[in-house]
Nanobody, 130 residues
Framework: QVQLVESGGGLVQVGGSLTLSCVVS????????MGWFRQAPGKEREFVAS????????VVSDSVRGRFTISRDNPKNMAHLQMDHLTPEDTAIYYC???????????????????????WGQGTQVTVSA
């Protein structure tokens, strides 16, 4: 059974940086992408970034493009989210997810939907203080 564990969250000041990591155990061979979503209190879960697995392109949301970078570490079954120039609007619980249903190369718009991902981590809190 696939399990995802996020780490790296915490409290950071405006303009600071954090790197989130997600390690996946029991990764299915048909996994096509690993993604990051976030959810702030009272808001819906929002797409942040997704990267093809094991190879291929990534896609990043407009709200974080130029500030956040997603990467993968295939031998370790990990994905990372480097977050720079953080703002209070980035405060949220960040979740890692995997999907075997869609491919970024052919279904980029579908990658933005949390309903297309079939396994999730428990989340890690990121708080950006003004």
């Amino acid at each position: 059974q696939v399990q995802l564990v996020e780490s790296g969250g915490g409290l950071v000041q405006v303009g600071g940086s954090l790197t989130l990591s997600c390690v996946v155990s029991g990764l299915a061979e048909n996994t096509n992408a690993m993604g990051w979503f976030r959810q702030a209190p009272g808001k819906e879960r929002e797409f942040v970034a997704s990267i093809s697995w094991p190879t291929g392109p990534a896609v990043v949301s407009d709200s974080v493009r130029g500030r956040f970078t997603i990467s993968r570490d295939n031998p370790k079954n990990m994905a990372h989210l480097q977050m720079d120039h953080l703002t209070p609007e980035d405060t949220a619980i960040y979740y890692c997810a995997v999907t075997s249903f869609i491919r970024i190369t052919s279904d980029q718009k579908k990658c933005l939907s949390p309903y297309r991902y079939d396994a999730w981590g428990q989340g890690t809190q990121v708080t950006v203080s003004a």
